[in-house]
Each structure stands twice: as structure tokens, then as C-alpha cells.
């Protein structure tokens, strides 16, 4: 365990559906982030929050909104989404973005799949 | 942009033996970090090992070894002694120094026989 939570662990939802995902780290740290891992694909980062405010969006499709009420907990809220953002998302944290003087400790992730 | 890339996208071992994998990366930054990251099936990706590009010796955890080469932008890792528990994913991911993104290669999976 790496302190990093994700639920849920698996989602199966139609392209009308709305979900969320859900991040918690229980390691006092103030910088979170989102990445997608899809097959054959690099991983992808999707946004990153520090002090939970936004500091980078990768160019990320309006179907999915990040959410950061506080250090401690990270949201990704889908919707109308298409059958290729089937993926694993991961989250991860980290002390803060300060390059890579921090590690970054990653979730199990959760694996969507889009009907 | 950074670039980072793993040219071998599986590798098998035997156990005890050593594997070496490769990464190379394409920046104009000059300040950085490099990282070797370790994705075991189903379970939660963790960091390996972490090396600093201003420093020039070469970075080692227990049994894991960079080779780090910061003129031809090459960044291998060896895994000596291999251990059943070292199958998994591996991957290769940049940082500049002030920023906050990781960048990673596409993977290698590593597949430890006994």
C-alpha cells in the first residue's frame, strides 16, 4: 500500500452516464494528480493540483472535470463519455510539484470501461 | 516537449539472472530527474530508483542500478540477482527540475522465470 486510495476499483458505464472517480492520500501531501494509462499508450497526465488549486490541465476533453476540495482528496467527474476512455486512471500525490525533489506515490488506479 | 522512450517492450529473465533495459530521452532541458517506476500485475505502482541530472554518479538501490548517461540521453536500468517479484512493468519517466509533469515511456514488461 502506497497510502493512495482509489474507488472505485472497477466501473462499467454507458456513454449517458454520469460517475465519478474518487482519490484519497492519507500522507499529507499537497499535490495531486490524475493520469490515464491506456493500452499501448504512455501514461497520460490529465491534471494536477497543488494547495488544491489547478495547475495543469493536459489538454483533457470537457467530458471529464476534476474536482479538489481540499489536500486530501481528488474527484474526476465523467460524462457523456465515448468507448475509447476506457482506461486505468490513476491518481497520485506527491509533497507538492516541486519537480521531481518529491516522489510521486500512485493508487491502484480505476479500471473504466464505456459501453 | 520531452520525449521519453523504451525500445524493448518485454524482456524475460531467469531468476538470479540480470536484465538491463533500456530508455533514452529527448529534452533541451538541462536541469532534471530522471525515474525508473515498477507497476507489478494488479498491483499499485511504486518508484524504483530516482537519479538527478547534475549529478553524475550513477544511482543504486539494492539491486537495482541506473546507468546514467546525460550526453547520449540514456537512462538504463539493471536489475541484478532477479527475484520472482520483480516481474512487472517498468517504466522510464522525465521531470524538469522546476516542473510538474511527468512524462513517461511506454513501458517494458519484465517477466522474472524460475
Known amino acids: 500500500e502506497t497510502g493512495v486510495t482509489q474507488t472505485p476499483r472497477h466501473l462499467v458505464m454507458g456513454m449517458t452516464n454520469k460517475k465519478s472517480l474518487k482519490c484519497e492520500q492519507h500522507?499529507?501531501?499537497?499535490?495531486m494528480y490524475w493520469y490515464k494509462q491506456s493500452a499501448k499508450k504512455p501514461l497520460e497526465l490529465m491534471f494536477v493540483?497543488?494547495?488544491?488549486?489547478?495547475?495543469e490541465n493536459n489538454s483533457v476533453p470537457s467530458r471529464f472535470s476534476p474536482e479538489c476540495p481540499n489536500s486530501s482528496h481528488l474527484f474526476l467527474h465523467l460524462h457523456t463519455l465515448q468507448p475509447e476512455d476506457s482506461a486505468l486512471y490513476l491518481c497520485?500525490?506527491?509533497?507538492?510539484?516541486?519537480?521531481?525533489?518529491?516522489?510521486?506515490?500512485f493508487g491502484p488506479g480505476t479500471r473504466l470501461t464505456v459501453t | 516537449a520531452q520525449t521519453v522512450t523504451q525500445s524493448q517492450p518485454e524482456m524475460s529473465v531467469q531468476e538470479a539472472e540480470t536484465v538491463t533495459l533500456s530508455c533514452t530521452y529527448d529534452t533541451s532541458e538541462n536541469n532534471y530527474y530522471l525515474f525508473w517506476y515498477k507497476q507489478p500485475p494488479s498491483r499499485q505502482m511504486i518508484l524504483v530508483i530516482r537519479q538527478e541530472a547534475y549529478k553524475q554518479q550513477n544511482a543504486t538501490e539494492n539491486r537495482f542500478s541506473v546507468n546514467f548517461q546525460k550526453a547520449a540521453k540514456s537512462f538504463s536500468l539493471k536489475i541484478s540477482d532477479s527475484q520472482l517479484g520483480d516481474t512487472a512493468m517498468y517504466f522510464c519517466?522525465?521531470?524538469?527540475?522546476?516542473?510538474?509533469?511527468?512524462?513517461f515511456g511506454g513501458g517494458t514488461r519484465v517477466l522474472v522465470k524460475p
Open positions: 493540483y497543488n494547495f488544491k488549486e489547478q495547475t
Open positions: 497520485a500525490s506527491s509533497q507538492t510539484t516541486s519537480g521531481g525533489l518529491y516522489e510521486q506515490y
Open positions: 519517466a522525465f521531470i524538469k527540475a522546476a516542473g510538474n509533469k511527468l512524462t
Open positions: 500522507l499529507g501531501h499537497n499535490a
